[in-house]
């Protein structure tokens, strides 16, 4: 239904259209991005896992995440709101608390937004920001280039189930994971070193690990292949949830760490210069465009849960 | 509940942040212009009185309305849409369909978006333009401004009220004033004539005459007066209405003219420049910042009908 859009003749200097973590566009002096996504009650959160406070960081930080997926640098966000009539004065204030958490972090601006009723809470965010220099598209994977990721997977859906289970029986470990799923981190710095260093293609990590990847082969007419065994599944859902964990890794979603696609060489680089852990999972190859596969130790395809990996997906 | 974020120190290049139609920063090359507006299902519209087709129209029409406000050039749009799971994708088309006649109307790319489920539509439309030159600031009015509207005022409010009606007796007069209400037509090219011939401070008409124009009134610091005689009332909504269409141009809102003080020759030159009509109806004064008085013929202070001037708000 998107056709329409995607083959309309541009009017102005439209760099990349829908289809990516974020669209460009030149101006005289440098390339902007643009991203918008939406948290919607019900549907991406709800008040009994999410204080309002939680709910400003994570609007926020989703859309700044499409921003660094693409190796840019976030610099205004515009906030449309639509709250129940019933919404106190003071949640709307702690929503924008969160937001401005982020927003400090990330050294960008609220610098406008509109508030509407509804009839449940609806956070719409667009931010715009700049590139530095080269964009990091989905379609610029190619044959031959590992496949690494920033961080650890697994974390915001392990704190998801934590948080539903409604039990807080491990401690510190549930600690970590309610975070993971409350307040994602956008990598974007480690974006800008990416597009520094020659990374080829990225993506924000936000349907989880096989999907998004999956996004990026297909967008780039490419296979690729995933060593189970060097998911970098993160240390606390392992310490939940055992061997369950390995699956929300793979399919859990929501983690916001960045995939990437570069030569051995730019992968060695990037790892000197970023401060999180950047592990190398796979490989991009020729083959069937979209095709994903799952190896374990032996390069033997590792078969899926009964259930799918996408079972395990989050949201 | 926004002073956190009004106060807060601004870290780019903002140049006018909350509190005005759109917000705008500084790039290297030009002055951008930014904002964001949502349409929600129950609260703005519902489907009885306008089809998926108009509500793309709108959603996107009033945020380039807000552009345009500002004297700027609209130029790339994101769409943030929340669709309930039970949509059909025909629909979703047609509400493209109805954005793309206004984008290509008024050059502007929809270059992004995103699409989530949601319990009822919701339309939230971020658009990025550039400012030709100076921007239209609500709180730019001086005293001894004379206060102007572009084009017919009411027509919006009276169409919601034949479309409520469910009647469609009047004819003509009824479909022109359906189109006010489902189509408004947002004044770009009227936005850069009051730039470039040097207006002061223009707001597009939304709220509704009277509110707005208390907006600019509170802004500058100034009060204003309106001459009852001299508003435009929509002819449309005179036949359909009679007497009541005056409270419906002073108040009903949705008409998305734009509302400029100036120096009488600029409004002058405006005229000889814009291919709208361009009406005269009140002066800007020193005096209670805010305070809109609304006089007759005598210049007596004209009394609201019982129910009040607001009563006649739509939406």
Chains 1, 2 share one sequence.
């Not at 019900?42 to 406070?53: E, L, S």
């Not at 937001?99 to 719409?124: H, K, Y």
């Not at 051995?264 to 069937?288: E, F, M, Q, T």
């Amino acid at each position: 239904m998107l056709s329409g859009i995607v083959g309309m003749p541009l009017r102005n200097d439209v760099v990349l259209g829908i289809g990516d973590d974020a669209s460009a566009w030149r101006t005289p002096g440098l390339i902007e991005i643009g991203t918008t996504d939406a948290l919607v009650e019900g549907v991406h959160f709800t008040f009994d896992i999410a204080t309002w406070r939680d709910l400003g960081w994570k609007a926020l930080a989703i859309n700044i995440s499409d921003v660094a997926a693409m190796g840019g640098r976030p610099l205004y966000a515009m906030v449309s709101l639509g709250l129940p009539p019933e919404t106190e004065v003071e949640s709307v204030a702690d929503l924008y608390r969160g937001m401005l958490e982020v927003a400090q972090r990330f050294d960008t601006d609220i610098c406008g937004g509109n508030i509407s009723s509804a009839p449940v809470v609806m956070v719409s965010v667009a931010v715009i920001g700049e590139s530095s220099g080269r964009l990091l598209e989905r379609s610029a994977a190619l044959p031959g280039d590992l496949i690494a990721v920033t961080g650890y997977l697994g974390g915001a859906s392990a704190g998801l189930r934590v948080l539903r289970s409604g039990q807080d029986t491990r401690g510190e470990a549930a600690a970590v994971l309610k975070k993971a799923h409350q307040r994602p981190y956008p990598r974007v710095s480690e974006g800008q070193v990416l597009v520094d260093e020659g990374a080829n293609a990225a993506i924000d990590l936000s349907d989880g690990l096989l999907a998004d990847l999956g996004h990026v082969a297909q967008a780039s007419g490419l296979a690729a292949t995933v060593r189970a065994h060097s998911v970098p599944v993160h240390p606390a859902a392992k310490d939940a949830l055992g061997d369950e964990s390995l699956a929300l890794a793979l399919s859990g979603g929501e983690d916001y760490e960045l995939l990437f696609t570069a030569r051995a060489d730019v992968v060695d680089r990037v790892k000197g210069r970023v401060h999180c852990p950047v592990a190398v999972i796979g490989d991009i190859l020729s083959g069937d465009a979209g095709k994903v596969t799952v190896v374990d130790e032996n390069g033997l395809p590792l078969e899926p849960p009964e259930t799918g990996w996408e079972h395990f997906r989050s949201a």
